[in-house]
Nanobody, 122 residues
Framework: QVQLVESGGGLVQAGGSLRLSCVAS????????MGWYRQIPGKQRDLVAE???????NYADSVKGRFTISRDNAKNTVYLQMNNLKPEDTAVYYC????????????????WGQGTQVTVSS
């Protein structure tokens, strides 16, 4: 009923940049928040950045000053611009969306993207 499509991952050298995108589609009434999480083997999935409906953003301390999250409300799309990448940024990045469906706008639903691999070499 709701589909999230991620793109933009890849292999880059330390100091390089990548831009991730995530597009939500379906019978969406409204989106409460969109964000990015990342996970590496043996670690929990952690918040990288998120943006709420009002435009307020939140970043993990480890990416502040390097990553920028943005959104296009008309296209139900969220982006993550990643600059000055470091090897410790290597992970699978997952898009997360909290939204209300048109058929039941009283309930907030959570959806995850399929994940996209980001690898930073030194």
């Amino acid at each position: 009923q709701v589909q999230l499509v991620e793109s933009g991952g890849g292999l880059v050298q330390a100091g390089g940049s990548l831009r991730l995108s995530c597009v939500a589609s379906g019978s969406i009434f409204s989106i409460a928040a969109m964000g990015w999480y990342r996970q590496i083997p043996g670690k929990q999935r952690d918040l990288v950045a998120e943006v709420a409906g009002g435009g307020v953003t939140n970043y993990a301390d480890s990416v502040k000053g390097r990553f920028t999250i943005s959104r296009d409300n008309a296209k139900n799309t969220v982006y993550l611009q990643m600059n000055n990448l470091k090897p410790e940024d290597t992970a699978v990045y997952y898009c997360n969306v909290r939204l209300r469906l048109r058929k039941n706008p009283e309930r907030v639903n959570e959806y995850w993207g399929q994940g996209t691999q980001v690898t930073v070499s030194s």
